[in-house]
Nanobody, 122 residues
Framework: VQLVESGGALVQAGGSLRLSCAAS????????MSWVRQAPGKGLEWVSF????????RYADSVKGRFTISRDNTKNTVYLQMNSLKPEDTAVYYC????????????????WGQGTQVTVSS
């Protein structure tokens, strides 16, 4: 099982980035996907969710209206389009998979990626 994030970079405030997370080793279309971030010295913060079919999405209030999550089940990939970036968006961004019928407690995930660094300069 692998989740491999890419697309992180150093960008100026107000800029945009598109993160990708490529999945392999499991049935991607059976899993809801989330993006979770961790800012320097802080805990994990859930950012966004998309259900297994792609028809339902949710966002943290801190990114609502600026970030868009999407997925392509033919490519086993989930994306996070980030616009109007702010310095407070600086973090390592992780994608995480949760089976649609999992018995895990809420807010836990079956699989995690290794993360990609996003740095927003002011």
């Amino acid at each position: 099982v692998q989740l491999v994030e890419s697309g992180g970079a150093l960008v100026q405030a107000g800029g945009s980035l598109r993160l990708s997370c490529a999945a392999s080793g499991f049935t991607f279309s059976n899993h809801a996907m989330s993006w979770v971030r961790q800012a320097p010295g802080k805990g994990l913060e859930w950012v966004s969710f998309i259900n297994s079919g792609g028809g339902s999405t949710r966002y943290a209030d801190s990114v609502k209206g600026r970030f868009t999550i999407s997925r392509d089940n033919t490519k086993n990939t989930v994306y996070l389009q980030m616009n109007s970036l702010k310095p407070e968006d600086t973090a390592v961004y992780y994608c995480a998979a949760r089976h649609r019928a999992t018995n895990l407690p809420a807010n836990e995930y079956d699989y995690w990626g290794q993360g990609t660094q996003v740095t927003v300069s002011s």
